[in-house]
Structures are given as C-alpha cells and as structure tokens.
C-alpha cells in the first residue's frame, strides 16, 4: 500500500474510484435518472479545475501499482457551517477491495495534517445520514455529528449529517 500526493495524470483513476465507489455504496437508494444526473457533473473539466485550484489537495492510495483511493480537502461548501478556521474533508473513497487494508486510515491523517500545514483550525464533512460505518470512522478520529444537512443527488433530497472535529 502506498500513499502519496495525486498528479494529473491520476485524475481519471480518481473519477473511478469515486464513481464505483459511490455506486457500490449508494446507487440502490436513487432512481436512475437522478443517479446519472448526479455523476454527470463530475467531468474531467470539474476534476481537472479543482486539482489546479491550490485551495484543494488531493491524495491517493495505491495498491499493486494501481489507485484505490483517494482523498480531497478543500474550501467548506457547507451551510450553516462556520467557515473560520474551516477545512472541508470533500471526500475520502475506496474501492471495495482496499476496505481493512488501513488505506482510510492512512487517507485520514494526511487530510488531517494537511488541514493542519494549511492553518485550519477545525474540519468539517458531510456523510450520509445512514451510513454508520463511515460514522463510526469519522469519530474514531474525534468528528462530532453537528447536525443535519441536505444533499441532492440528481432531484432526490438526502439528509446527510455534518460531522466536525477540532484540528
């Protein structure tokens, strides 16, 4: 297992691992329609801009010279979220085959350094209401659930839950 900082040339691999990733995981909850909808908007133009944007950081997680996960910090797009001192975990995925590996372990603290290098006082996230075992990672590294918050996928309204902790 290797982790280390994306390059663009990572870019495709990253859009795969999240779009298999959230599908193995989410798909069965949308109606198709609002599914495509909601993967449509990550195009290589939306990737490519937020990897050149210096207010995010990519990191990614190889196994057997091939990407299996990522992270990405960035900007808090979060209501009612306080963004002093704020970074936003935007997202942490892994394929399946690299569950138990401590690849979102690894993923995890280097956000949390990272938001660290950068100043942040706090990080913030958003996880599906329902999705305790995400949770129950995200406390295990002292994220507290601040409350609810809605996230769209396509027209179909979730409610995710915000979670903070304390840099």
């Not at 569950?99 to 372990?105: C, D, E, I, Y």
């Amino acid at each position: 297992m290797i982790i280390r900082p994306a390059t663009a040339a990572d870019l495709p691999a990253i859009d795969q691992v999240f779009r298999t990733s959230f599908c193995d995981t989410f798909a069965h909850l949308y109606d198709p329609a609002d599914l495509a909808a909601f993967l449509d908007r990550f195009t290589a133009d939306a990737w490519r801009a937020e990897f050149d944007d210096p207010a995010h950081a990519f990191q990614v997680g190889e196994m057997d010279g091939a990407v299996v996960g990522y992270a990405k910090i960035g900007p808090s797009k979060l209501p009612h979220v306080d963004p002093e001192g704020l970074i936003e975990l935007r997202q942490l995925y892994l394929l399946k085959a690299a569950h138990g590996t401590g690849l979102a372990h690894g993923l995890m603290n280097w956000a949390l350094d990272e938001a660290k290098l950068r100043g942040a006082k706090r990080m913030a996230l958003s996880v599906f209401g329902e999705n305790w075992r995400a949770q129950a990672f995200y406390e295990r590294f002292g994220f507290e659930d601040r409350g609810p918050v809605t996230f769209m996928v396509g027209s179909h309204a979730d409610e995710d839950r915000v979670w903070e902790a304390q840099l």
